[in-house]
């Protein structure tokens, strides 16, 4: 009885994904070539094209490893997380996790850090888009409006810790330079990444700008986020610093400009 | 309004696929290239920078979408999302019409990212032209098919892939997307006569060209996309202006991309030659 297409199709991507020859009886003698050998351009050009995708979206993870060792962790990771998205654009989204329970680079956190960074500035880039709240939103409000005032941060915007240097590699490998050695931290970097004027981006925040912003994203109003300041502060200087650091998440296109708030 | 899938498409000149590479290039310099063919999925996202950069191509020149995912020919069930997604993006773009590739791309839900030959049968036939229909209905845009290149063939085929691609066109009434290179390709590694092919395809259908580069392993032909336009693939080219009248056309570069003004001379080719068989031809207007 002869295969259905369903059939086929079954075997042929066995055959692609897990070196499954049985295809190989439905495949047509060819008078130049071997038919494994015409069956090999696509079972090679699958892991080439996955190792391609990662590459384009972990460039500095790719070259911190070097190629050979960038490549046995992308074959790991389409072995066990093949594409199930229409868009090469969501392929990586699990690699950066991957690699932190990836057993060669269990001594290498910060590879995987590098990775999460990765990952955080490819979602920030084509992040959903929304308007930016100004300092000229907030120019009309009055003293009475501003202790309850809460904020919406931008969809662009995402917070990671680094237990590693990984940031200080990432921005050695952007300029092409030599990244330092690793370095495991007594205490995490605390980064927020996003997009501003188009591009993703990243910083560091000090663990009190830290705090707040992750409080501020909870909804915690302006008039606590002082309040929470003035545990790091004299008391009052803490509402200067919460102006101080609103007015450079403003700048930096950090919140989002909420139609139904401001 | 959007033109209903079964009315022609107009003819709009000679383009080039949208590649990021070139974007710069484009919105800086007006470069005089009739249309861009996008490649949908790179605009299937969210939001920012690409979508941005597109609207501004848009407003300046036609598009038409080109996709590599929607896997017509598959067993597995048609991904509904996905096509919400390409109606979506049809209407920031208002494309002049909607292709993808006669191929299949993964079943049991794995994306293979890769444009995977079948058997042409009468079950696959049929299975496509359900498939097409349902597409075609949905996007309300005139829908268009390229031939893919392969590398193996089936047994169990019935019928060419020419004959196959014509029953097809004439059953659902979709277009065509012939990619010469394609057909090039094909006709070495399975040994057919590639003016057969072309001969055999309906003379009304063919809405678009694709030209591309090749790289050549001697027993077969790959079809890279990353070196110019082959003195093989410019004959066969002329035979399809012939047959076909004149075609909207483009080149379509994926890899080892050259800046655009590399690019240019090789578009100018393909629209002198089409000047040259068809010597009425009038330039679109820009
Ligand atoms: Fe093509």
């Not at chain 1, 981006?201 to 606590?224: C, H, P, Q």
């Not at chain 2, 067993?75 to 299949?104: F, N, V």
């Not at chain 2, 001697?218 to 076909?244: G, M, N, Q, S």
Request: aromatic fraction near 10%; hydrophobic fraction near 40%.
């Amino acid at each position: 009885m002869s295969d259905s297409l369903k059939d086929i199709q079954q075997k042929f991507q066995a055959a692609i994904l897990n070196q499954d020859d049985s295809i190989l009886a439905a495949i047509k003698e060819n008078n130049k070539e071997e038919k494994h050998t015409l069956l090999n351009v696509y079972q090679h050009a699958y892991g080439a094209r996955l190792i391609e995708f990662l590459e384009n979206d972990f460039p500095h993870t790719a070259a911190y490893l070097g190629q050979e060792a960038f490549a046995q962790t992308c074959q790991a990771y389409y072995e066990t997380n093949p594409s199930n998205t229409p868009n090469a654009r969501w392929f990586g989204l699990k690699y950066a996790n991957f690699l932190k329970n990836y057993t060669p680079l269990q001594q290498s956190v910060e590879a995987a850090e590098l990775a999460t960074l990765e990952q955080a500035l490819n979602t920030a880039f084509d992040a959903k888009n929304a308007m930016a709240l100004t300092q000229a939103d907030l120019a009309n409000l009055t003293p009475q409006d501003w202790p309850t005032l809460t904020f919406t941060p931008h969809p662009s915007t995402c917070r990671l810790q680094m237990r590693t240097n990984a940031d200080l590699i990432w921005a050695a490998l952007s300029k092409e330079k030599t990244p330092p050695d690793p370095q495991k931290l007594q205490m995490p970097t605390e980064l927020i990444v996003w997009r501003g004027q188009g591009m993703a981006r990243f910083r560091t925040l000090s663990y009190d700008e830290a705090m707040i912003w992750d409080e501020a994203v909870k909804g915690t109003n302006f008039g606590a986020l002082c309040e929470m300041l003035g545990t790091y502060w004299p008391q009052e200087e803490a509402p200067l610093k919460a102006a101080n650091y609103l007015q450079a998440w403003l700048s930096s296109e950090f919140l989002e400009h909420n139609p139904t708030g401001v | 309004m959007s033109p209903s899938s079964n009315e022609r498409p107009p003819f709009i000149g000679f383009g080039l696929g949208l590649r990021p590479t070139h974007y710069k290039d484009i919105l800086e310099n007006n470069p005089p290239i009739d249309w861009f063919e996008i490649i949908s999925e790179n605009f299937m996202v969210p939001g920012g920078k690409p979508l941005a950069i597109l609207d501004q191509i848009v407003e300046r020149y036609p598009v038409v979408m080109h996709g590599v995912s929607l896997s017509i020919a598959s067993t597995q069930p048609l991904d509904m999302e996905y096509l919400k997604g390409l109606k979506t993006l049809a209407k920031r773009t208002d494309p002049k019409w909607i292709s993808d590739h006669l191929c299949w791309t993964g079943v049991h839900g794995i994306n293979l990212h890769d444009l995977l030959p079948f058997p042409y049968t009468q079950e696959a036939l049929e299975h496509i032209v359900e498939r097409v229909n349902i597409v075609q209905d949905y996007l309300g845009h005139p829908f268009t098919l390229e031939n893919v290149s392969s590398y193996v063939s089936f047994n169990q085929s019935e019928m060419t892939e020419w004959e196959f691609i014509a029953e097809l066109t004439k059953r659902t009434g979709c277009w065509l997307l012939l990619d010469v290179n394609n057909v090039y390709v094909s006709s070495f590694n399975h040994d057919f006569d590639a003016i057969e092919f072309i001969n055999g395809i309906p003379q009304d259908r063919v809405v678009q060209f694709h030209m591309a580069g090749h790289s050549d392993h001697e027993t077969y032909i790959v079809d890279t996309h990353d070196a110019p336009v082959r003195d093989e693939v410019w004959d066969l080219y002329r035979a399809c202006l012939k047959r076909f009248g004149p075609v909207s056309t483009i080149i379509e570069r994926d890899d080892n991309i050259p800046p655009l003004n590399e690019i240019l001379p090789e578009l100018e080719k393909v629209r002198q030659i089409a000047h040259e068989v068809h010597p009425k031809l009038k330039p679109v207007a820009a």
